[in-house]
């Protein structure tokens, strides 16, 4: 997995979903070029059936012709990957390449060429094998009213996947932003982890005293685990009136008695660990969650049993996000401990300018000069949590951005079409009086209806899936209406703009050169 927990597995099912759903929106797209189209191919299809081609022929043509565009597909596909793929890595941190060599890598590509050869040809296939050459061949061939209503739905198709996409990636930004800025219960700023290993407990108070020194120095203290990552899960604690039919996991760490100073992290009840009581070293303080699952009053003083040793609880935390980026705050019981730590915490005064760092890195290496002196921000250590957020969140909006590419040539091309099939309906209307911005009215509003649909059925997907998305996050921002709202009128506002000229242009024809013939 990777350091955020959200797990390779989980990575490549978020890629192959979204994926999956660009994939669907170009099977639509062929699906309605061609149905679309079809009128230019009925004379074909007609004079075919004469000289005495079957129905199964045809549709065998058509659907080699699908399968050929997708071959050709593929490779423009297979180039704009291996160019591509340097940028890929760089984004996800990943180190993969095109495997030509493999068998499984083009096996795979067979079947899922294969796949959409399929899916997109079935239906036109069958629609142009269908023609009745007696009706093509007159001249009286028309698309009807079954075709027109599959190529709206396809539209609308398109465009609820899309709209889906925007608010999911509107959210994910949203979510980002909340997160670098949320309150997660405990301080970041101003402080640096310095890994500390085993052989270098002899001189802990050592180093600790002579850090406290340094001017700009405000506290130093030791953690088992890095904040916000405390990783030791137990669920051998117990206590009296434990419900025993449910089973509890409680998170734990060990630190001295500064830890909550240099955190900043509030008590709702009682005291924090004290160099001053010898009787901490039997004690516990607890969080809010545990307080809760533990449910006793009062809980200070209560007795708990934890491996087998009765600990006693001196104090509750108030509730801080000490898990990795996702996940729930869950109970949390800290224990007092003078060695043994795996992280140095040093809070400054203000930030760590160049000259403190100079200084820490001297009393370090005076003191341990056998091991190099290392050091991370902790607010570093937090973002670095939501990276594999970051990192999807670029994804998403780079198939967002083609999704939208893809439903705007789509809508385009049946705009173009039904502006030709309607083209002498709308001459009788400027020849009744209708004025060209009535027209564009009338043309406009025939295509944001499509776009509305899509909105009223994606919205309450989009919010289904973020719900289940936020669920995992111990913080997370508002499921704000107007996100909704916002990514539904940018569809609106797309689809206009994509059918606009066309309308435009249908709207000012002379009626003469449409009616000329007449």
């Given amino acids: 997995p990777d350091p955020n927990g959200f797990g390779l597995i989980n990575l490549v099912i978020f890629l192959i979903s979204i994926a999956g759903f660009v994939l669907i929106l170009a099977c639509i797209n062929f699906i309605n070029l061609i149905t679309a189209r079809?009128?230019?191919?009925?004379m074909e299809v007609g004079i075919r059936k004469v000289v005495g081609s079957s129905k199964m022929q045809l549709v065998t043509q058509y659907f080699l012709e699908s399968l050929l565009s997708t071959i050709l597909a593929l490779f423009?596909?297979?180039?704009?990957?291996?160019?591509?793929?340097?940028?890929?890595?760089?984004?996800?941190?990943?180190?993969?390449?095109?495997?030509?060599?493999?068998?499984?890598?083009?096996?795979?590509?067979?079947?899922?060429?294969?796949?959409?050869?399929?899916?997109?040809?079935?239906?036109?296939?069958?629609?142009?094998?269908?023609?009745?050459?007696?009706?093509?061949?007159?001249?009286?061939f028309r698309t009807g009213s079954k075709g027109a209503g599959f190529r709206k739905t396809m539209i609308i198709i398109q465009y609820t996947i899309t709209i889906f996409l925007v608010v999911i990636t509107f959210f994910m930004i949203k979510q980002l932003n909340y997160i670098s800025?949320?309150?997660?219960?405990?301080?970041?700023?101003?402080?640096?982890?310095?890994?500390?290993?085993?052989?270098?407990?002899?001189?802990?108070?050592?180093?600790?005293?002579?850090?406290?020194?340094?001017p700009n120095v405000k506290y130093v203290t030791g953690i088992i685990d890095r904040p916000f990552q405390l990783g030791s899960v137990t669920s051998g604690i117990s206590w009296n009136g434990k419900d025993t039919t449910q089973s509890y996991r409680f998170t734990h760490t060990s630190t001295?008695?500064?830890?909550?100073?240099?955190?900043?992290?509030?008590l709702?009840?009682?005291?924090?660990?004290?160099?001053?009581?010898s009787s901490d070293t039997s004690c516990i303080v607890i969080n809010e969650t545990a307080a809760k699952i533990i449910d006793k009053s009062p809980i200070l003083g209560e007795v708990i049993t934890i491996w087998g040793f009765k600990v006693k609880v001196i104090g509750v935390m108030k509730d801080f996000q000490h898990v990795q980026s996702r996940g729930k705050i869950e109970p949390l019981f800290i224990y007092y401990a003078d060695r043994g730590f795996s992280y140095l915490l040093v809070k400054a005064q203000n930030s760590f300018d160049l000259r403190t760092m100079e200084k820490i890195k001297k009393v370090y290496s005076e003191i341990y000069p056998e091991y190099p002196f290392e050091s991370t921000s902790l607010d570093d250590d937090y973002h670095n949590m939501y990276a594999m957020d970051n990192q999807l969140k670029s994804i998403l909006s780079q198939?967002?951005?083609?999704?939208?590419?893809?439903s705007c040539i789509g809508l385009l091309s049946l705009a173009a079409y039904i502006a030709e099939q309607q083209r002498k309906s709308l001459v009788l209307h400027k020849i009744h009086g209708a004025s060209i911005v009535k027209i564009l009215v009338i043309q406009l509003s025939s295509f944001t209806k499509w776009v509305l649909i899509s909105g009223i059925i994606?919205?309450?997907?989009?919010?289904?899936?973020?719900?289940?998305?936020?669920?995992?996050?111990?913080?997370?921002?508002?499921?704000?209406?107007?996100?909704?709202?916002?990514?539904?009128?940018?569809?609106?506002?797309?689809?206009?703009?994509?059918?606009?000229y066309q309308a435009l242009k249908t709207a000012r024809v002379n009626p003469v050169e449409i009616l000329r013939y007449e």
């Fill in 76 to 140: 423009i596909a297979i180039l704009l990957v291996d160019l591509l793929l340097p940028t890929f890595n760089a984004t996800l941190g990943t180190e993969l390449v095109m495997s030509f060599s493999e068998f499984h890598f083009w096996s795979r590509i067979v079947i899922v060429v294969l796949c959409v050869g399929f899916v997109s040809g079935i239906y036109p296939a069958l629609i142009l094998s269908s023609f009745q050459p007696t009706k093509v061949l007159k001249g009286i």
């Fill in 181 to 214: 800025n949320a309150d997660t219960g405990m301080s970041r700023e101003n402080i640096i982890s310095i890994p500390f290993k085993k052989g270098m407990e002899a001189n802990y108070s050592n180093l600790k005293n002579e850090l406290k020194k340094i």
């Fill in 399 to 406: 198939f967002t951005i083609l999704a939208i590419l893809i």
């Fill in 268 to 277: 709702v009840e009682g005291r924090y660990f004290s160099s001053e009581y």
């Fill in 256 to 266: 001295d008695e500064l830890f909550t100073d240099v955190m900043e992290i509030k």
């Fill in 38 to 42: 079809a009128a230019n191919r009925a």
């Fill in 458 to 500: 994606a919205i309450p997907l989009s919010y289904i899936a973020l719900r289940g998305m936020y669920s995992n996050y111990a913080y997370h921002t508002e499921l704000s209406w107007w996100v909704f709202v916002g990514a539904h009128g940018c569809a609106l506002v797309i689809a206009v703009i994509t059918v606009l």
